[in-house]
Every structure is written in structure tokens, then in C-alpha cells.
């Protein structure tokens, strides 16, 4: 949930093309000049310091959110219903603390969406129009009439801003996020100190029922702001004085750990590629928890999820993770009842520890954040979106690519990266095959890669799926695929995500598959 305030901090990306006429000769300067005249009438500057209170509402839930803005200093507070986040800008580095306490500071993709979103709040977006290009007048949802700019200032994503061709306004933000456009509407625009503010924003991904709207109440342009709103946030961990390990069992092409909540034990999946924890439906009703408004599933598919439930935490080999709030979903129908799971850990096991998986022995490790000595080679990842994604290549093609130990497979390819690239392989309709996951079931097709390099580390012959879904985790517009257990198993794999690295260690069963039968369809 990443809540947008037009000039606060906001996250934005790429968006779709106008179709411009032929008689629209008009330059982005000329339309950037339009929505200043209409934005600061008297050519008012947006005020330097300000605070902004309102309310939030969707997916069935109902909070509050609270701004402020002084110079290089932003802060967001959101509450929406159990779920909470809040994120601080600090210059140039930027901060988000998810439900769970965890605290990311962005370097990837979110960092370069904020880069964008500077520009665009700030004068610089007039001053500077070589980074705004017109793409021409368009209608977009509910027959509005705009004038479309694309906006790629350096270091940054891109993102299009469309300005109402009548009053000038800004009057959406579009932008990719995962497997489609993600937009965000602005509407009934107030002066503040002579400058314009819009006081209603809806997000959405596309699937309305999930569309969330903020709502302004409050702007104070005058009170100074206490220093204490921008101090550092504290990221939650566990609370252990040294490395614990637990046992793992390997099932269904898995890894599970047992867990302790409220007293009752349970087997819980261990899942790099699910941004939360997640508990099936039956388990939920045993620990008496009830479902809170509603969430989207972003698995194999897009699917509603049955809501969201206050949990504080989890045992764990005897020390507490913080979990703060853990979605509800059926996993039985969402795996189509192949392998029974009652619950997942995601991303809140992995950003409040040091996490490292010994396949080969059926061991994981937690230490305390900054714990150092862990073996192997290097790698940097990008966990801006609660997931470990790195750089990797197939077939000589680089790419970026989620390491998922939730997903039993060797690789996992995706068609919008195989169309970006074609020639890196070939299509095989005679290995269609069905593939399920949490969200439910999509097509694939089975193959084979050559090789895949990940640093220095080759894997040859790597069973693959390619996935042909057009919607869900599977059809991410920003990976090429994901690196799945499979591979992950030949390793010692650390995962540092505090510290937004991972390490791989040759484990005792390594092998990299230069042996295998080749196998063509």
C-alpha cells in the first residue's frame, strides 16, 4: 500500500501512449506551461513546509493518513484499517517501513520512481521540458479529454502525466507496476497559499474493487514542524543473541519449518518470493482470527484474497518474529488442492533477520540483522518491492530476476521478457503444461535453458517453464523470470536482505547439470 499525495512523496513509473494528431504540433514546454498557469495561477511556488491530515478508504477498509513536507524532509503515515506504513525522505534517500516493522531504504526501482516524482512536484518540471516529451491528446477512463507528457529525467523512472485539456490540471499519474498500468487520479483542487492542491486522489491497479481513495481534510501551510517527525525509523527484528537454527522439511518441491502460534504448531512454507505472511483460511478459524476488508493475491494469477487479520507475531525456534499483520487466503483452492500448505513466510522473516537455507541438510539459520561472516560469493539485490531480485543471465541475455524459494522449479521465464529478446529460445507448444501457485493456476510451456549464469556460477541444461500468463507474479513487467528452488537447492544460500545482499555458497549436493541428459521437445 504506497499512498500518494500530489507534491509529497510520490512513487511513479511508465505509462501508455496518446495518440497524438497530426494538427497538435504543440511541445511539452508549451502543455508543462499550461498546468503551471493552472496549477499557481499568481505564479505561487508550492509552500516549504506543510501538513496534511485526511482519510483513507478501499478493499473494504476505512483509515487515516498524515503529511508532512518541509524542504528535503517528507513523511507519510498511512493507517488502512490494520495495515500500516509509513515512509520518510531524508534528501536523497528514501525510507519504508511495512506492517511488519521492516524497514527498507530504497536504491532500485522505487528509488527511481521517487526520483521522478521530485522532479514532477518541484519547479524543475518547467524549468527543465528536454526531459518531458508530448505524446498528444487523448481520452482516457470515463471520457476525460488530456493532453499526455511522458517525463524521464535522469536517474529516474518514466512516468506520464495526463493534464486535463480544459482546466489544466494534472489530472492522472500512470505508471507499470508488476504486471500492469497502475494509475492514480487527482481531483477537487483547493489554493493553498495561491498554489493548487488536489485534495482527493483514488489508486488503482485496474481492478476497481481494490481502488483506494484518499481524501484530504486538513492542509496547514503555517505551523512549524516538530523535529522529531523526521527521525529515523526503527526496524523491527528478532530478538535472539545469536544464530538459531531449525530443521526444514523438502516436500512438494518445498521447503517448510514449523511454527508456533498461540500455542497451536503449524508447517509453514519458506517462500523469498511473497512480500507477506500469509495463513490459510482453515488455520485462521482454528486461531480465531477474523478477516478484515479484502486484498489482491498477485500469485500465478490475480486473485482476491478472503482479507487481512492483526497478528503480532510468530514463534520461531523459540524467538519471536514480528508479523503485524498476516493475510488470509484459501491456499487449498489457490494451489487447486496439489500440495496443502498452511501458511507461507515471506518477506517478514527475511527483513527482520539474516536468513540462511541449507537444502542439502535441511537446515535454516536465523542471526540477528548485522550479522556478518556469511560464506560465498557476493551479490547485490534490489528488495525495493519486498522481494530478492537479482542480475542474472540466460543464454548469454542479461536480465533481472527474483531468487523464489517458494517455487519448486529451476526457472521460471517470463513471455515479456522472451518478446523483448527473441532468439533466446525457442517455443515449444508440445511442452505445454499447467502450472500452480498461490493465486491459482496458469499456462506454461516446459523447455529447457543452455545455460544460466548467476555471477560466476553456471547451470547447464536448467528445466524451465515458460510462463504465458498475462496477469499476476508471472507476468511482471520488470523481471525476466524467476530462479526457483531447483537451482537454489545446489547452494548455501544467506540471505542479508537488511543489508540488501545474498550469498552463495557451493552446498553438499551442488551440481550444476553439465551431466544431464539434454533434453529437447
Known sequence: ?????????????????????????????????????????????????????????????????????????????????????????????????????????????????????????????????QYSQYLGRTTIEGGRDVLQVRVNPPDSETETIDIDAQTHLLDRLEYVDGDGIFTIDFSDYRPVNGFLFAYKEVQSDGDHPYDVTQTVSQIDARSAIPAQVFAPLRPASIKAAGPITVPLTQRNGGLYTDVTIFGR????????????????????????????????????????????????????????????????????????????????????????????????????????????????????????????????SVNGVQGRFLLDTGNGNELLL???????????????????????????????YATEVDELDIGSYRFFHANTNVMLSNQGAFADRFDAGNIGLGVLKNFVVTFDLPNRMVYLAPGANFDDGRGRRVFRQ
Open 1 to 129: 500500500m504506497h499512498m500518494m499525495m500530489l507534491f509529497a512523496l510520490t512513487l511513479a513509473g511508465i505509462s501508455a501512449v496518446a495518440d497524438a494528431s497530426p494538427n497538435d504540433q504543440r511541445t511539452a514546454s508549451q502543455v508543462l506551461q499550461l498546468y503551471h498557469h493552472a496549477i499557481a495561477p499568481m505564479n505561487a511556488s508550492p509552500p516549504e513546509t506543510w501538513q496534511a491530515r485526511g482519510t483513507l478508504s478501499g478493499a473494504n477498509l476505512v483509515g487515516t493518513f498524515a503529511s508532512w513536507h518541509e524542504g528535503e524532509r517528507d513523511r507519510l503515515d498511512q493507517e488502512l484499517g490494520v495495515r500500516r506504513e509509513q515512509t520518510l525522505r531524508l534528501g536523497d534517500r528514501v525510507y519504508i517501513q511495512n506492517s511488519s516493522g521492516n524497514v527498507i531504504e530504497l536504491r532500485g526501482i522505487l528509488l527511481r520512481r521517487s526520483h521522478t516524482q521530485d522532479f514532477i512536484s518541484s519547479n524543475d518540471l518547467f524549468r527543465e521540458p
Open 414 to 444: 517470463f513471455h515479456n521478457f522472451l518478446d523483448q529478446h527473441s532468439g533466446v529460445l525457442a517455443f515449444s507448444p508440445a511442452g505445454s503444461v499447467g502450472s500452480y501457485g498461490v493465486g491459482g493456476g496458469t499456462n506454461a
Open 265 to 392: 504448531r503449524f508447517s509453514f512454507l519458506i517462500d523469498s518470493g511473497a512480500q507477506g505472511v500469509v495463513l490459510d483460511a482453515k488455520v485462521a478459524a482454528q486461531l480465531l482470527l477474523t478477516p478484515q476488508g479484502s486484498f489482491e493475491a498477485r500469485g500465478a494469477t490475480r486473485s482476491g484474497g478472503i482479507g487481512v487479520a492483526p497478528l503480532d507475531h510468530i514463534m520461531l525456534g523459540g524467538t519471536a518474529l514480528p508479523v503485524g499483520v498476516a493475510s488470509i487466503l484459501d491456499l487449498n483452492a489457490s494451489t487447486a488442492g496439489r500440495f496443502p500448505i498452511e501458511g507461507i513466510l515471506g518477506f517478514p522473516l527475511f527483513g527482520a533477520s539474516v536468513v540462511t537455507l541449507d537444502a542439502a541438510h535441511a537446515t535454516m539459520t536465523l542471526s540477528p540483522p548485522g550479522t556478518r561472516g556469511a560464506r560465498g560469493e557476493p551479490f547485490e539485490v534490489d528488495v525495493d518491492r519486498e522481494l530478492p531480485e537479482i542480475t542474472a
